[in-house]
């Protein structure tokens, strides 16, 4: 299936962490299957003896040089030799171990972090969580914590991309990032569709080097050791050869892989000696789950859907299984490439990428008590047409005389006018008027059979709404096509027409269209809202 490609990441170069270890590859005298290192004992090829395995690792550690260990026990001795060219495995007559040297070069991957605050006029303490695997709602297994004086942090991130949401304090509601949500880098979040950085390097020491080689295509060159940077990026010029059972993780820091429609994964292999390698992805850089093999010189195609895999791909793991019979000794890797598209940012929410050192900003309106001109500044982040689109719905709002398409009447006097920002402002002061008696929804409606009361003109709204509020058997009412309907009832369902919902207590069993009125192609919404079971409207300043 053809993946997209979401947000953003930033990488930044960072030193790896190289780490050598010892392989016991044969064993001597001592076991049924006596072999050893065939240059075990040839001075040509001891670059050190010592008298200890610890001590000859350390030494060996030391030298770029130096390939693996022969230890032995010869007359009651114990000596362990540093070898530079270890041979083929022969039999051996000796109490002996023979270790191959390995190597793994990983990137420091949990040194990151993120920080943010909040903006608002409450003491109210607040939860964000990282939305890892894109859903848009929180997760029992994702990342999760709360503010401090409005501070908050999660720490020990690998490099990738995050969504970072917050779940909002009753009473409150986020005003910034809206719909839109916000890139923390650049407002182009494409990213080019191929590997960023290399995450891990495992070398088997199979091959010619222990450490990375590969070559050049023009000027031609093989077997030579290179940086990552052959195999990342789209240069189809530069490999790395991967010896067999070594691997290498690719990660993308400008793009995040999920499955969709057609092939989502590209391996590129430039050598013609039938080498093949084993190919898994991970959505969390612990667990790799095998997705297929990759054969030598073609562009390797894969699917995401073959292994019904629907986690975001953050990381790419290339093993390979058969170094084939080419003078490039090994999988020529030349690079990963993913299919290419975009997706908006994720709304109510900062995408970050990581490493980022900038702090991220969460605004939020607690208890309606800011002006309709300060919600227009903030929601609108200061577009000027936005902005004064929804200044203009602040100034039509008239508790006397309420109406659902009081901003479509205007805009079809005034064109100019946003009629979703014109939303935005009325029925922000429908909401602050009637807060926090008051839960304001769009498109709802009830079974008639619940009507307690009703009216047929809009400019009868505010008598109905307080003798609601002071009704204990009223519990919400609704305002359609001029016509007022009083509801004994909360447990409201979907519908179509244009209607504006008040429900005086939080419904148990609703089910929501939309927050607010979907007026044109684009719809915004708010996040949360909260409601009381009695007393008398509260009037505000709108």
Same mark, same amino acid.
């Given at each position: 299936m053809r993946l997209i490609i979401l947000l953003s990441l930033l990488y930044s170069v960072s030193s790896y962490n190289i780490e050598d270890d010892y392989k016991l590859e044969y064993t001597g005298i001592q076991s049924t299957n006596s072999n050893q290192y065939e240059n075990g004992m040839d001075n040509n090829e001891i670059l050190f003896t010592t008298k200890s395995l610890i001590e000859a690792e350390n030494n060996c550690s030391s030298l770029d040089n130096c390939n693996g260990i022969f230890c032995y026990t010869q007359n009651n001795t114990y000596n362990c030799n540093g070898l530079e060219n270890i041979g083929r495995g022969v039999p051996s007559d000796l109490d002996s171990n023979s270790y191959r040297r390995i190597q793994y070069h990983r990137y420091n991957t949990n040194a990151h972090s993120i920080q943010g605050y909040t903006y608002d006029d409450s003491n109210y303490q607040n939860e964000y969580y990282l939305d890892l695997n894109h859903n848009g709602k929180y997760d029992n297994d994702e990342p999760k914590t709360k503010s401090v004086n409005n501070s908050f942090i999660f720490d020990n991130l690998a490099p990738g991309n995050y969504i970072v949401k917050q779940i909002v304090s009753e009473n409150c509601y986020q005003w910034f990032p809206s719909l839109d949500g916000?890139?923390?880098?650049?407002?182009?979040?494409?990213?080019?569709?191929?590997?960023?950085?290399?995450?891990?390097?495992?070398?088997?020491?199979?091959?010619?080097?222990?450490?990375?080689?590969?070559?050049?295509?023009?000027?031609h060159k093989s077997n030579v050791p290179v940086t990552f940077d052959y195999v990342l990026g789209s240069d189809k010029t530069t490999y790395i050869s991967l010896p067999k059972d070594s691997y290498i993780v690719i990660g993308f820091t400008d793009e995040t892989i999920i499955n969709t429609d057609g092939p989502d994964i590209f391996v590129h292999e430039i050598g013609n000696g039938g080498e093949k390698a084993n190919i898994y992805v991970s959505h969390n850089l612990v667990d790799y789950t095998f997705l297929g093999q990759a054969l030598t010189n073609k562009k390797n195609n894969f699917d995401l859907s073959d292994i019904d895999y629907n986690q975001p791909v953050h990381a790419i793991k290339i093993e390979t299984t058969d170094?084939?019979?080419?003078?490039?000794n090994g999988f020529d890797l030349t690079s990963v490439q993913v299919e290419y598209s975009s997706i908006s940012n994720s709304p109510f929410s900062y995408t970050v990428n990581v490493p980022n050192t900038q702090e991220i900003n969460f605004f939020n309106n607690c208890d309606y008590l800011d002006t309709c001109e300060t919600h227009c500044a903030v929601t609108t982040f200061f577009d000027n047409y936005d902005y004064?689109?929804?200044?203009?719905?602040?100034?039509?709002?008239?508790?006397?005389?309420?109406?659902?398409?009081?901003?479509?009447?205007?805009?079809?006097?005034?064109?100019d006018v946003n009629i979703t920002q014109c939303n935005n402002g009325y029925f922000y002061?429908?909401?602050?008027?009637?807060?926090?008696?008051?839960?304001?929804?769009?498109?709802?409606?009830?079974?008639?059979?619940?009507?307690?009361?009703?009216?047929?003109?809009?400019?009868?709204?505010?008598?109905?709404?307080?003798?609601?509020?002071?009704?204990?058997?009223?519990?919400?009412?609704?305002?359609?096509?001029?016509?007022v309907l009083l509801?004994?009832?909360?447990?409201?369902?979907?519908?179509?027409?244009?209607?504006?919902?008040?429900?005086?207590?939080?419904?148990?069993?609703?089910?929501?269209?939309? /927050?607010?009125? =979907? %007026? !044109?192609? +684009?719809? &915004?919404?708010? /996040?949360?809202? =909260? %409601? !009381?079971? +009695?007393? &008398?409207v509260v009037h505000k300043q709108l």
């Open positions: 916000i890139n923390m880098i650049t407002n182009d979040i494409k990213g080019d569709g191929y590997g960023d950085i290399v995450l891990e390097y495992y070398s088997s020491n199979k091959g010619i080097h222990l450490k990375p080689y590969g070559g050049t295509i023009n000027p170094s084939g019979h080419g003078a490039w004064d689109s929804c200044k203009i719905g602040c100034k039509l709002f008239n508790i006397n005389n309420i109406s659902f398409d009081v901003c479509r009447d205007k805009c079809q006097l005034e064109p002061n429908l909401k602050k008027y009637v807060y926090p008696t008051y839960d304001v929804l769009f498109n709802m409606t009830i079974d008639k059979k619940f009507v307690i009361d009703e009216c047929s003109t809009n400019s009868c709204f505010l008598d109905k709404l307080n003798y609601c509020t002071n009704n204990n058997t009223c519990n919400s009412l609704t305002i359609h096509n001029e016509h509801f004994n009832d909360v447990n409201h369902s979907c519908s179509s027409n244009n209607s504006i919902f008040l429900t005086k207590t939080k419904p148990s069993k609703s089910r929501r269209c939309k /927050t607010t009125p =979907d %007026t !044109s192609s +684009t719809q &915004t919404s708010t /996040t949360k809202t =909260d %409601t !009381s079971t +009695t007393g &008398t």
